[in-house]
């Protein structure tokens, strides 16, 4: 299984922030950043909590931060 980098999870954010509307940014990339590798060593069910309180922490805020694609 191949995981995301943390800049693909930052693209998709800027997609979905894109096309559904909302916030750019990222509050606490650090947060979001350690949240990546953890997901490799957990169960599914840890996985889905993990990924829940993340964005119940709301880890994004109003700032701009989208990664420029090339």
């Given at each position: 299984m191949r995981f995301l980098t943390?800049?693909?999870v930052l693209e998709l954010?800027?997609?979905?922030i894109e096309q559904s509307g909302?916030?750019?940014g990222i509050r606490d990339v650090g947060l979001l950043e350690s949240?990546?590798?953890r997901l490799k060593t957990l169960s599914t069910s840890e996985k889905n909590a993990i990924c829940t309180r993340v964005m119940r922490?709301?880890?994004?805020t109003n700032t701009n931060f989208c990664p420029k694609s090339e």
């Open positions: 943390l800049i693909e954010h800027c997609r979905v909302g916030a750019f949240a990546i590798p922490d709301r880890s994004h």
